[in-house]
């Protein structure tokens, strides 16, 4: 029930013995940010359901309506067949570590194999301990400033939930919007740079004659460097024809 | 003055008429976490500088106390070669739209080669206006979830910082952490497979006689499957050695 409406494809987010109820409430906001609304709670401090949590989660108040509590770690996870436990420090004991991509990518190729799977956020003073680690098949650790990791739980949730949402969607690294135009073809241009060249030409522009030839193919490559729409051509070919109008009207 | 310790190695980070003094160091917070000291404010609602914001920043102090404040975004940015604008919705203007990852990677590129770039973070309700991201070259837009996109300032700083620090940062997608030991040699561990092997068969395990060649093959393919550190191999010899000796006590 709780898993719906994506019953298995994407992990659960477990929080261990969360303190205060508006960090709740913060996780899952920055859940379901990323489309994540699978959240189990392990033993909250302040008993369940929490006002404050609520309060909190705003529109995000159904991934907290749906979330499963649990007395312990091990039962938090007896469904799941992959477990990850998110942690700072190093913890001396023998595991896999992943960055949060890593971890993202394995979780989404073990879920589309129909395994389930979860990650374990500590709670927010001293994070997880060793023995709910220890239930762990591997550990998250985000590549904080050495000198200053000060991530807290909603931070913690909120990068895992952005990595998870990265490896399940198609993003381009640079898209070009274009509003109310589109892109001219070769020909587009060459009119352009041939009306510029013509009125600069008449305007005396390319002077002295020693340097025209060298001044006209930069402004070429000029024009054929810029991204112009279709919209830029129109309003430098009107900018241009304007100048030569106001230059007649003054003579 | 404001670009020690890392003079051209990072993008600052421009905060646009930030409103609560708390976000704004909740933000340098977010930056140090990920090496950043560049902050730049625009206009802050509430003057500067501002005690909240020194409360909320905590360790990271310094970053407010080496922020650079303007009167407008221009101003703000116009040592910059390069600025990138974040913003949730699609603006009606034709300007190249990039992930955060294709960002920072193309800021990255582009401090390498001596360029300084700048990122604009809009006030936390209305986000960044059309005036300011004209005057950037170009968008960073967050994936989120659509039906569910409520990212705030401390947010956003957050994943860009992360994404900035994923570019410079060499982080492997998965390492084993050694606590302790370390990996055995094949030899090892084929020393472990026929202790086991000869015991069990001592024990008369591998029966009836049909299956007892399958089974020890599946039994060495267990071994070899599973990643054992020299520890756990001298730990499996303790656990037979010790079964042996119980059971020639019991005789």
């Known amino acids: 029930m709780t898993d719906a409406p994506y019953p298995h494809s994407q992990p659960a987010f477990v929080l261990v013995r969360p303190q205060m109820g508006q ?10 940010n990323f489309g ?3 959240m189990r709670l392990v033993n909250p401090r302040d008993g369940w359901p929490n006002p404050d949590a609520v309060a909190m989660a705003s529109g995000a108040g159904r991934v907290l309506d749906a979330a499963m509590v649990h007395d312990t770690t091990a039962d938090a996870v007896a469904d799941c067949h992959y477990v990850y436990a998110t942690t700072a420090r190093s913890r001396g004991l023998t595991k896999p570590i ?21 990650v ?42 952005y990595e998870w949402r990265r490896q399940i969607t198609e993003v381009p690294a640079m898209v070009t919007e274009l509003a109310g135009s589109d892109w001219p073809e070769a020909h587009e241009v060459e009119k352009l740079a041939e009306h510029y060249e013509q009125r600069l030409e008449d305007a005396g522009f390319f002077f002295p004659d020693v340097k025209a ?35 007649n009207r003054s003579d």
């Open 120 to 161: 374990l956020f500590g709670p927010e003073r001293a994070g997880l301990e060793n023995d709910d680690i220890s239930i762990a098949n591997a550990i998250i650790s985000v590549p904080v400033n050495p000198d200053f990791p000060s991530l807290n739980l909603g931070q913690c949730v909120l990068l895992t939930g």
């Open 213 to 247: 030839a060298h001044m006209k193919r930069n402004l070429r490559n000029m024009w054929s460097r810029m991204p112009l729409t279709r919209a830029d051509v129109q309003i430098l070919h009107g900018m241009m024809r304007q100048m030569v109008r106001w230059k």
């Open 36 to 38: 994540l609304d699978r």
């Open 98 to 118: 992943f960055s949060p991509e890593g971890a993202m990518k394995d979780a989404a190729r073990r879920i589309a194999a129909g395994e389930r799977v979860a």
């Open 23 to 32: 960090n709740i409430g913060a996780a899952a906001r920055a859940m379901l």
